[in-house]
């Protein structure tokens, strides 16, 4: 059964850095990636990684300023965010599948409880 589990968010000023992890058991073989959902708004694409971590997808809001990547041996899928912005605050969710990989929400099979980042201005 596979399960996700995300750590390292937390609240940090404007232009700080946050590294976000996700710990998945059964998803060596999966296409793995990063949602958020701020309140009041809808969930949205942040980032995604193919299974070999060659192939990497970003939202335009993130472009240049975060990086995913993974590390298999460890079961692990990392979200490193720089110059963090208030406009980045929100629950940040690890989701995996096991199909192509996308930026569509609904298509992804598994999903994290979700790590809260916080951004003062």
């Known amino acids: 059964q596979v399960q996700l589990v995300e750590s390292g968010g937390g609240l940090v000023q404007a232009g700080d850095s946050l590294r976000l992890s996700c710990t998945c058991s059964g998803c060596i073989f999966s296409n793995m990636g990063w949602f958020r959902q701020a309140p009041g708004k809808e969930r949205e694409f942040v980032a995604a990684?193919?299974?070999?971590?060659?192939?990497?997808y970003y939202a335009d809001s993130v472009k240049g300023r975060f990086a995913i990547s993974r590390d298999n041996a460890k079961n692990t899928v990392y979200l490193q965010m720089n110059s963090l912005k208030p406009e980045d605050t929100a629950v940040y969710y690890c989701v995996s599948r096991l199909g192509p990989i996308t930026t569509i929400g609904r298509n992804y099979d598994y999903w994290g409880q979700g790590t809260q980042v916080t951004v003062s201005s």
């Open positions: 990684i193919g299974r070999s971590g060659d192939s990497t």
